[in-house]
């Protein structure tokens, strides 16, 4: 069955601080990564996105992620939390390279993260 | 490009009623999506369209449930004979539908049944 999983329902971590958001996957095949932030009340953002290629990319707002197939994971960090990253965020996978088209995203439960002064 | 919109932000109905959800996408998008999440959720796919023809439905999608696209332009999605169990914010996406695909949010419609 396809799944995400995200572990941590939620995190706080003091300003300035590195974060770590856990994220692990099942798939059938070689999916598309994403991970997306949603401040209450409002739609997703979409942070950054795995293809292909280089296993670490990069963000907006000074986030990335690496994936790692062996592990199944794709975890978002950022090496210095900002007040204005307290927000919820989604792990996300959809039909990668062996589709022809995009498809619907099967999203992991979420992270809430809170910020500390 | 001013992005996805949804009308209305927040509706409020009465269970047994019936309401109706507006999606505009991103204007050369052929790929729309609906997804619905409740509280402490993360959003659960629903439907999707390429152009104007309803591509999959969820298992989610019960018979209360419809979606259009006429025009291959905005979207609409009704419920019929509301529960309290619809309550929940309902998201539609768009994309351009091929090769490295990527999904543009809405706000969201979030539905409150009393």
């Known amino acids: 069955a396809q799944s995400v999983t995200q572990p941590d329902i939620h995190i706080t971590v003091s300003e300035g601080a590195s974060l770590e958001l856990r994220c692990n996957y099942s798939?059938?095949?070689?999916?598309?990564l994403f991970w997306y932030v949603q401040s209450p009340g409002q739609g997703l953002q979409l942070l950054l996105k795995?293809?292909?290629?280089?296993?670490l990319v990069q963000g907006i707002k000074g986030f990335e992620a690496e994936f790692k197939r062996s592990q199944s994971s794709f975890n978002l960090r950022k090496p210095s939390v900002h007040w204005s990253d307290a927000a919820e965020y989604f792990c996300?996978?959809?039909?990668?390279?062996?589709?022809?088209?995009?498809?619907?995203?099967?999203f992991g439960q979420g992270t809430e993260l809170s910020v500390k002064p | 490009d001013t992005g996805v919109s949804q009308d209305p932000r927040h509706k409020i109905t009465k269970r047994g009623q019936n309401v109706t959800f507006r999606c505009d996408p991103i204007?050369?998008?052929?790929?729309l999506y609906w997804y619905r999440q409740t509280l402490g959720q993360g959003p659960e796919f629903l439907t999707y369209?390429?152009?104007?023809?309803?591509?999959?439905k969820s298992r989610l999608l019960s018979d209360r449930f419809s979606a259009e696209r006429p025009k291959g332009s905005f979207s609409t999605l009704e419920i019929q004979r509301t529960e309290q169990g619809d309550s929940a914010m309902y998201l539609c996406?768009?994309?351009?539908?091929?090769?490295?695909?990527?999904?543009?949010f809405g706000p969201g419609t979030r539905l409150t049944v009393l």
């Open positions: 204007s050369e998008h052929n790929r």
């Open positions: 798939y059938g095949a070689t999916p598309y």
């Open positions: 996406a768009s994309s351009l539908g091929q090769g490295r695909d990527e999904q543009f």
């Open positions: 369209f390429q152009n104007e023809a309803q591509l999959e």
């Open positions: 795995y293809f292909s290629g280089d296993t």
């Open positions: 996300a996978v959809g039909p990668g390279p062996l589709y022809n088209q995009g498809g619907k995203l099967i």
